[in-house]
């Protein structure tokens, strides 16, 4: 690669073929970053550090206490004539080599810290930044970050407001979780974050990949610009002289317009794992046994279920458990309230004989206090320094390890995947479900680690252990290739061993669009930048789960209302696989039934493309969306208001499908005039 190398009085430049980079000789921060003949989209803003990391406490991050100081610059041509610049920079007692690797548009970011003190210190994260980013004039530069809370396509002069240490307003991000806007990546979310200006055009684009330690992205505002960062969940102790590698952060600058620039990450980020072929035709009910009386009670249920579409029974753990359905009592004994094991294989007979596929949840992450894993193998589990056991949530757990899908219910105690014996003991006990009872497939319930074993010293580290839950799945669709693994968080590293997810920021976003809390235009957007992300035949859609008690109370509250039946249209005619809870379809006759049925028997609704669009009436908003496959259209609409409205349709409509709710159709001038129900939801022929 052709390069160019020179020295500036406060910064080190490098340009090559395609990009211009600077690195602060105060510092040591990327500060600027064009195309050649284009705009710095970097720098604007006071001197800080590119980078971050947090000794002896989670709080403790060393730039608040010193400054972050350049010291020298390596540059390497790779044997691949990749280009390599590292900068070194001391923090403290910490020397950082800040790596970046080029190659074409793309940049790769990792970092080794190397402790040249003389004492042992204790990491609790690492922090990448890219400071001070802004493209262009603020009034046409917006911020996007795809499968979040994040509102989409959000004004620039709302994400300079945005601080780390103050929960973000709803005009940013419509909900919360865990605190935060954002997804863990790569274990919840993709990490995407984007600055995007459609004036010039100019989008720069980063994510985060690592299979080791997850981070938690977040954005930093600042007078005149942003600052994109992931805060990495990194734990470890550090002895002198040694170096602990930590990344990868990846970037680019672009000039392609938002969403197109998706195509970047979509390029880098394959998921190996294929869609499960049969999930984008399916509808899935999830069941605890204990609340049908049983096996039993759920088998007598089955002709019902099957008359209302279901093809796919996900089971609730029928093992013992604790206080939650996902905390382990023991693996080898049936829980009474589930039934015994002749009453579990009547059931899942039952259910083949009904031609309904039977998946398992299999939880990973913990055990009940009276589990009896406690007392014959307390070598399987977590310790903190002390020795003594993890146990739910420490308060010096990192924010990524309190964030909802990961963080462990309280009172569970941490099982220890670095362990060998309860790997191998775990893959047998699902091998042996699988085979015993006949299963289909599982449902990997929040597969990622979280807890930290302090207890560790070097050359392991406190965090470690993640990549390991994932291996183990792994290895099962390696040993079973039939065998379907759901998983209940999305993303990158689900798809390594899932073959679909339930998606829990889509869930999210409905229930704030049942609020008002973001617009139906802003969900068209949102779902069209999640399907540059993501193939949507990998995406469960739900509007109560197993947890949503805890993370969404609301949704548990909207069961059976006007306002839960508009969610379940949305939710179908932007092709979700619809997944039902328990009991769901008993708060609603109506409805559901007809949205499921017209699921099953249209191929438009399920393989459809689809196009969106909102419609502003004087009594609220309007969805629709458009499905079309092989010549056949169908029109869902939607309003969202509590109020009948009236507005002229943008295309010809003809027969209505659901008949679940009053409209009338007139003929207006050049147009036809829909009038609809409050809270209505219909589907309509289109008519060419």
């Known amino acids: 690669m052709s390069y160019e190398l020179y020295e500036q009085t406060d910064q080190i430049m490098l340009r090559t073929a395609r990009?211009?980079?600077?690195?602060?000789?105060?510092?040591?921060?990327?500060?600027?970053?064009?195309?050649?003949?284009?705009?710095?989209?970097?720098?604007?803003?006071?001197?800080?550090?590119?980078?971050?990391?947090?000794?002896?406490?989670?709080?403790?991050?060393?730039?608040?206490?010193?400054?972050?100081?350049?010291?020298?610059?390596?540059?390497?041509?790779?044997?691949?004539?990749?280009?390599?610049?590292t900068i070194i920079v001391g923090l403290g007692p910490l020397k950082i080599f800040d790596h970046y690797l080029l190659e074409g548009e793309v940049i790769e970011r990792w970092v080794e810290i190397e402790n040249v003190s003389g004492d042992d210190l204790r990491i609790y994260g690492v922090r990448l930044l890219i400071p001070h980013?802004?493209?262009?004039?603020?009034?046409?530069?917006?911020?996007?970050?795809?499968?979040?809370?994040?509102?989409?396509?959000?004004?620039?002069?709302?994400?300079?407001?945005?601080?780390?240490?103050?929960?973000?307003?709803?005009?940013?991000?419509?909900?919360?979780?865990?605190?935060?806007?954002?997804?863990?990546?790569?274990?919840?979310?993709?990490?995407?974050?984007?600055?995007?200006?459609?004036?010039?055009?100019?989008?720069?684009?980063?994510?985060?990949?690592s299979d080791e330690e997850a981070a938690l992205p977040y954005i930093q505002g600042g007078d005149q610009a942003v600052s994109l960062a992931y805060e990495i969940a990194v734990a470890c102790w550090l002895r002198s002289d040694e170096r602990l590698t930590v990344g990868r952060q990846v970037f680019a600058l672009t000039e392609q317009t938002w969403p197109a620039a998706l195509t970047i990450y979509r390029s880098m980020n394959p998921?190996?794992?294929?869609?499960?072929?049969?999930?984008?035709?399916?509808?899935?009910?999830?069941?605890?046994?204990?609340?049908?009386?049983?096996?039993?009670?759920?088998?007598?249920?089955?002709?019902?279920?099957k008359v209302l579409g279901v093809d796919t029974l996900c089971l609730l753990p029928w093992h013992t458990v604790g206080d939650r359905p996902h905390l382990i009592g023991d693996l080898e004994r049936i829980d009474p309230d589930c039934g015994d094991e002749a009453a579990l294989q009547q059931l899942i007979t039952a259910a083949h004989q009904y031609e309904m596929r039977v998946l398992l949840d299999i939880a990973m992450q913990g055990c009940a206090p009276d589990s009896r894993y406690l007392n014959e193998h307390p070598e399987w589990f977590i310790r903190d320094e002390a020795g003594a056991f993890a146990i739910g949530v420490a308060t010096d757990a990192l924010a990524v390890g309190r964030h909802p899908g990961v963080a462990l219910p309280a009172g569970g105690y941490h099982l220890d995947w670095m362990r060998n014996?309860?790997?191998?003991?775990?893959?047998?006990?699902?091998?042996?479900?699988?085979?015993?009872?006949?299963?289909?497939?599982?449902?990997?319930?929040?597969?990622?680690?979280?807890?930290?074993?302090?207890?560790?010293?070097?050359?392991?580290?406190?965090?470690?252990?993640?990549?390991?839950?994932?291996?183990?799945?792994?290895?099962?669709?390696?040993?079973?290739?039939?065998?379907?693994?759901?998983?209940?968080?999305?993303?990158?590293?689900?798809?390594?061993?899932?073959?679909?997810?339930?998606?829990?920021?889509?869930?999210?976003?409905?229930?704030?669009?049942?609020?008002?809390?973001?617009?139906?235009?802003?969900?068209?957007?949102?779902?069209?930048?999640?399907?540059?992300?993501?193939?949507?035949?990998?995406?469960?859609?739900?509007?109560?789960?197993?947890?949503?008690?805890?993370?969404?109370?609301?949704?548990d509250g909207l069961r059976g209302s006007r306002l839960s039946q508009?969610?379940?249209?949305?939710?179908?005619?932007?092709?979700?696989?619809?997944?039902?809870?328990?009991?769901?379809?008993?708060?609603?006759?109506?409805v559901l039934p007809r949205l499921l049925t017209l699921w099953r028997r249209e191929s438009a609704l399920r393989y459809g493309t689809v196009s969106c669009q909102s419609v502003t009436t004087s009594a609220g908003d309007v969805l629709i969306i458009c499905r079309e496959f092989h010549q056949r259209r169908l029109i869902g609409i939607v309003n969202l208001a509590a109020l009948p409205c009236r507005?002229?349709?943008?295309?010809?409509?003809?027969?209505?499908?659901?008949?679940?709710?009053?409209?009338?159709?007139?003929?207006?001038?050049?147009?036809?005039?829909?009038?609809?129900?409050?809270?209505?939801?219909?589907c309509f022929e289109g008519v060419s």
């Open 19 to 85: 990009y211009e980079l600077g690195w602060s000789t105060d510092s040591g921060a990327l500060h600027t970053l064009r195309l050649h003949n284009s705009l710095n989209v970097l720098g604007y803003g006071l001197p800080s550090a590119g980078i971050d990391v947090a000794l002896g406490s989670p709080n403790n991050w060393i730039t608040a206490q010193t400054f972050a100081r350049y010291i020298w610059y390596r540059l390497a041509v790779k044997a691949d004539d990749r280009l390599q610049m």
């Open 133 to 209: 980013l802004r493209i262009g004039t603020p009034a046409h530069c917006t911020f996007e970050a795809p499968g979040n809370s994040v509102r989409p396509r959000a004004p620039f002069d709302i994400a300079v407001t945005q601080d780390r240490h103050v929960l973000p307003r709803r005009f940013f991000a419509p909900g919360v979780r865990g605190g935060s806007a954002f997804e863990p990546a790569p274990t919840q979310g993709s990490g995407v974050m984007a600055l995007t200006n459609s004036h010039l055009p100019l989008t720069f684009l980063c994510w985060y990949a």
């Open 271 to 305: 998921l190996p794992q294929p869609p499960a072929g049969w999930l984008r035709d399916a509808i899935i009910y999830v069941a605890d046994l204990r609340q049908h009386g049983g096996a039993d009670g759920l088998r007598l249920r089955l002709p019902e279920l």
């Open 421 to 555: 014996d309860w790997r191998l003991y775990w893959q047998q006990w699902v091998l042996r479900q699988v085979d015993h009872f006949v299963l289909d497939g599982i449902r990997a319930v929040a597969p990622y680690s979280a807890a930290l074993a302090w207890i560790r010293r070097p050359p392991l580290r406190a965090s470690a252990g993640s990549e390991l839950m994932v291996q183990a799945l792994r290895e099962l669709v390696a040993v079973r290739p039939s065998l379907t693994v759901l998983c209940t968080l999305s993303g990158p590293r689900s798809a390594q061993f899932a073959g679909g997810w339930f998606d829990y920021p889509s869930h999210h976003m409905l229930v704030h669009l049942a609020m008002r809390r973001i617009t139906p235009a802003e969900w068209c957007a949102y779902q069209a930048d999640y399907a540059e992300l993501y193939a949507s035949a990998y995406r469960i859609g739900f509007l109560e789960a197993h947890d949503t008690a805890d993370c969404n109370p609301l949704a």
């Open 566 to 590: 508009v969610l379940w249209a949305v939710m179908l005619f932007s092709g979700l696989t619809p997944a039902l809870w328990n009991g769901q379809e008993l708060a609603d006759r109506e």
């Open 647 to 682: 507005f002229i349709a943008p295309q010809p409509v003809g027969a209505e499908l659901l008949q679940v709710a009053p409209h009338s159709l007139e003929r207006r001038g050049i147009g036809e005039e829909l009038r609809l129900a409050p809270f209505g939801v219909y």
